[in-house]
């Protein structure tokens, strides 16, 4: 599949490395505990749906659901986690301080470089400019990287007063918890509303991408992608002569054909949901 | 009769001859009171004089010839009308019915414990009074044979209300009929009437004169063990003429165990014969056990089968005894039928029950659909409905019912209520399982909530199943249930409001009632309750346990997990489950931990309503607010981007064209280099 595919035939077959193995493995981690965690738990958002009992029913019951979700959000602690300790064990190895991991140039906070690419990008979409010359980071990848920060506290916290609601109210008042429900629901649907919409066009959908951008799975991707891509990255590697370093052999093609399999299911949970929420709450909605 | 009567009651003897003397006294005194007879008679001797008595004219005129003439024409009117006594002349219309108990004080408390007597206790319109046998101011010694009490005139007097026909007959529960023609005819009445013996039993010599008892009574003349006492008191010595029968002396001794003279001679028909039980039913089988024999009117099959009878709980009653109005003087004793058998004569209740149901207003309108005594419980093979092979039997009164009830059949058709279904419903129903599959006869079926003989409409306040009687239907076998609703507030129309209140089947239906533990049951009964509470309802399904009911699972708290199934109160009220002190306790059922905040927990809660949940208002808005802020710019953000995306794919697309067909190309070149030599 990969040899058919025109555009790698070029001469030199190796790929940019642009995502850690760990990296990697954190997202699929996401991926499947935020498609368990969504499907779980909208089934009580839109239980008054048909889809919703059906469902339900294939999760095994309510119970079962809800220990699905449960056990989905310890994962997606437990990738938060990791990740939080890779950032500590990469200042230490590749940093050498938190100042040249934040405030560097492969810094993931916003920056002066990303408000005026915000500024570009406007102005190219409406072709009053060229593109912006992105980064290693552009700040749409950026927002998505703080959206699961801003996630994490607002939906687990919530999601453990629900969890455990006898201990929470000896602190909190008893109406709380329905303020919790509420927060946890409607940030739930924020997140999967942004994640399976303009997350998917923006890293995967993009026409030029179209139809999977596999980046994020293999770690990989052409070097002449990244040229027209990510400009200033390019530029900055060759510059700094270790293109050559951060190439690679790409996958085996029965490697790259099971994990679009496992890509393409994701994404198809994704829109199925998308879908389904639409219709819960434009069509159903009571 | 009358002689023992008067020795049987020597106080009233007493009495009257104190009386008598009293009247002497004051007739010898003059007119000191205004009430002497004469004084009486001075208006009542007018032929025309009326008064009222219950608002009815009535002739008040005193024949003073016969008055005179009578026992107690020596006695001043006020001894019996006593309420006039000392009344100013003319006295009020208003006057009270003579007192006779007064110097027939015996007699009386005779005839108030007889039949008589408790039925005009009762008020029943038909019993009678003193005046009713003997008269009023006319009345005659008992040995003149024109006192209506005299031995001759018995049968005549007793017969104005129990000859066949009379109101009496009809009407009461008297079990025996023809009672004067078989009486007329028997050797008793031929004595009497024909060759005028006076000695000759009448129907006082057994029944007694004031004292009529029915023979289940043990006081009665006519009961089982007094009846031999009964007739030997003018057949003495009788057992002695029954030594192949019995042994005398056990006669009066074990009267339980041995024949009593009735089971022979039959009461009212007693002759010198020997008398075979049912032998009434002989004669009548003599041509109706025929199988070919049908009727001249209409064809119908007028045959009889005898084994029918044999097992029947009729067996011991008469063919006549149903069939009224046979006359035994004729060759065809049954020519004189002219009625249809009426069940009333004996189950005289029951009938009145049927009468009013919406079954017996049928027949009364004569509607072809109406079904009588004969369409559930059969003709001549009736049965208990204790016997399993009844049609009455519980396990078989759905099929009964159903033949007329049944879907398309002819009660069904007419019936427009809103029950679908009744007998498939019920069938599937917990009582109808209860009934068919575990074969429980004491489990509700038809006529356990609709009665037997009274089944009447819903809408009819008599009705068993009206709202305001079917917790009282229901509570005869969930009586522990009735308790608990009554005391709850869905039972106090007080707090109504004119609201229309739930009972039984607006919450577990009709016929289709499901056991109250089945996912079904619990899932439905919050519709239920949401067809009145509506608001509250809806809101409950905004929160986790409204939600997890929905994907139809039972685990989470249900209207009545919290609120109480039949016990519900209102929330305010200290019964109630969720009162500040039960509160906590209720939520510990499902959640051990509970504590007071937890109970604060809102199960009712909506995030519409800004006035009463505040902060729910303002959190869902303020999510929603984010919400759309986020959609929006990342929405414009992916739109604008879009047109510039595909620009890019198609450059890129046309870039990989020109490469690829260079690379084609150059393949093709290598190709025919290398196989060019090979093919040759």
């Not at chain 2, 003018?234 to 029954?242: K, L, P, S």
Request: charged fraction near 20%; aromatic fraction near 8%.
């Amino acid at each position: 599949m990969v040899s058919m595919d025109p555009h790698k035939n070029s001469t030199d077959e190796r790929q940019y490395v642009r995502f850690s193995r760990l990296n990697r493995l954190l997202h699929a981690g996401m991926i499947v505990s935020f498609i368990s965690l969504a499907l779980t738990g909208m089934t009580l958002k839109f239980s008054y749906t048909g889809w919703a009992a059906f469902l339900s029913r294939l999760f095994g019951g309510y119970q079962s659901a809800g220990f699905i979700h449960r056990l989905a959000a310890v994962v997606m602690v437990a990738v938060f986690i990791t990740h939080v300790v890779d950032l500590f064990r990469r200042k230490k190895r590749e940093y050498g301080s938190w100042k040249a991991l934040l405030f560097g140039p492969d810094t993931m906070l916003m920056n002066k470089k990303d408000l005026h690419d915000v500024r570009d990008s406007f102005k190219w979409f409406l072709g009053m400019g060229p593109r912006p010359q992105y980064g290693r980071w552009t700040y749409w990848e950026k927002f998505d990287y703080f959206a699961v920060f801003w996630g994490m506290v607002v939906i687990g916290s919530t999601g453990l007063t629900l969890w455990f609601p006898e201990f929470f109210t000896l602190v909190f008042p008893g109406w709380a918890l329905n303020v919790a429900t509420i927060i946890h629901s409607d940030e739930a649907l924020l997140a999967t509303g942004f994640i399976f919409t303009v997350h998917f066009f923006n890293t995967h959908l993009r026409p030029e991408k179209f139809p999977m951008d596999m980046v994020i799975f293999t770690g990989r991707m052409d070097v002449e992608e990244l040229k027209e891509d990510k400009p200033e990255e390019y530029e900055k590697e060759v510059a700094a002569g270790t293109l050559e370093s951060r190439l690679a052999e790409p996958y085996p093609a029965i490697v790259i054909r099971a994990i679009r399999v496992f890509a393409w299911i994701a994404l198809g949970i994704g829109f199925s949901i998308v879908v389904w929420i639409i219709y819960a709450m434009v069509f159903a909605y009571r | 009769m009358h002689k023992r009567m008067s020795t049987r009651g020597p106080g009233g003897r007493t009495i009257r001859l104190v009386a008598l003397f009293l009247g002497a006294l004051g007739a010898f005194a003059g007119s000191v009171r205004a009430q002497e007879a004469e004084e009486c008679l001075a208006c009542h001797s007018d032929r025309d004089l009326t008064g009222t008595r219950k608002g009815k004219t009535i002739s008040v005129f005193v024949d003073q010839k016969k008055f005179a003439a009578s026992v107690h024409g020596s006695l001043a009117c006020v001894t019996c009308h006593a309420d006039l006594a000392g009344k100013e002349l003319p006295h009020d219309e208003d006057v009270k019915p003579a007192v006779c108990a007064d110097c027939h004080d015996e007699v009386a408390k005779h005839q108030a414990r007889s039949l008589h007597g408790t039925a005009a206790a009762r008020g029943d319109a038909l019993a009678p009074r003193c005046p009713t046998c003997h008269g009023t101011h006319a009345i005659l010694p008992v040995k003149n044979p024109k006192s209506p009490v005299s031995p001759l005139q018995v049968p005549f007097t007793c017969g104005r209300c129990h000859s066949e026909g009379s109101p009496v007959q009809r009407e009461r529960a008297i079990h025996q009929d023809h009672i004067i023609e078989n009486y007329t005819e028997s050797i008793h009445g031929e004595g009497l009437l024909k060759k005028g013996l006076i000695v000759s039993a009448t129907c006082a010599s057994c029944h007694t004169a004031h004292m009529q008892l029915p023979h289940t009574d043990p006081a009665s003349s006519i009961a089982r063990k007094n009846i031999a006492a009964t007739c030997t008191k003018c057949h003495a010595q009788i057992e002695t003429v029954h030594r192949k029968v019995i042994k005398g002396e056990l006669w009066e001794r074990e009267a339980h165990v041995l024949p009593a003279c009735v089971d022979c001679h039959q009461p009212h028909k007693a002759r010198k014969v020997f008398y075979d039980q049912g032998m009434s039913d002989k004669d009548c089988l003599r041509c109706h056990s025929r199988k070919d024999l049908v009727s001249s009117k209409n064809g119908r099959s007028l045959y009889v089968a005898q084994e029918h009878l044999g097992e029947s709980r009729h067996v011991r009653v008469a063919c006549s005894q149903c069939h009224a109005g046979v006359n035994v003087a004729k060759e065809r004793p049954c020519e004189t039928i002219t009625q249809p058998v009426d069940c009333a004569s004996c189950h005289a209740e029951v009938a009145q029950q049927y009468q009013k149901s919406t079954h017996g207003q049928l027949i009364a309108r004569q509607d072809p659909n109406g079904p009588t005594c004969k369409e559930c419980h059969g003709t001549h093979r009736i049965f208990g409905k204790f016997q399993p092979q009844s049609p009455t039997f519980p396990t078989n009164i759905p099929t009964l019912c159903a033949r007329c009830h049944r879907e398309g059949e002819k009660a069904a058709v007419r019936y427009t209520g809103d029950q679908t279904n009744i007998v498939q419903h019920y069938n599937e129903s917990i009582h109808g399982q209860g009934l068919t599959k575990s074969g429980l006869t004491v489990t509700a079926m038809c006529t356990n909530c609709h009665t037997a003989h009274g089944v009447l409409p819903r809408k009819d306040p008599a009705s068993s199943i009206n709202p305001a009687n079917v917790p009282k239907t229901c509570g005869t076998c969930h009586h522990g249930i009735e308790e608990q609703f009554r005391q709850s507030i869905h039972a106090d129309s007080s707090k109504a409001g004119g609201k229309q209140l739930p009972v039984c089947d607006d919450c577990h239906s009709a016929h289709s009632i499901r056991r109250a533990d089945e996912t079904g049951f619990k899932l439905t009964i919050m519709t239920q309750c949401g067809r009145c509470h509506e608001e509250i309802a809806r809101t409950y399904f905004d929160t986790y346990h409204g939600k997890v009911s929905q994907l139809g699972y039972t685990g989470t708290a249900k209207c009545y997990d919290c609120h109480g199934a039949h016990d519900i109160q209102a929330v305010g009220d200290p019964r109630s489950h969720l009162s500040r002190e039960n509160v906590v306790a209720t939520c510990q059922k499902c959640h051990p931990g509970a504590n007071r905040r937890f109970a604060g927990y809102l199960t009712h809660a909506t995030h519409h309503d800004p006035q009463k949940y505040p902060w729910l208002f303002w959190t869902f808005w303020g999510m929603t607010g984010l919400l759309v802020v986020t959609f929006v710019i990342g929405g414009i953000h992916t739109l604008l981007w879009l047109p510039r995306a595909l620009q890019m794919r198609r450059a890129r697309r046309k870039r990989e064209q020109e490469r690829a067909s260079e690379e084609h190309t150059a393949s093709t070149e290598t190709a025919d280099g290398e196989h060019g030599p090979a093919q040759e």
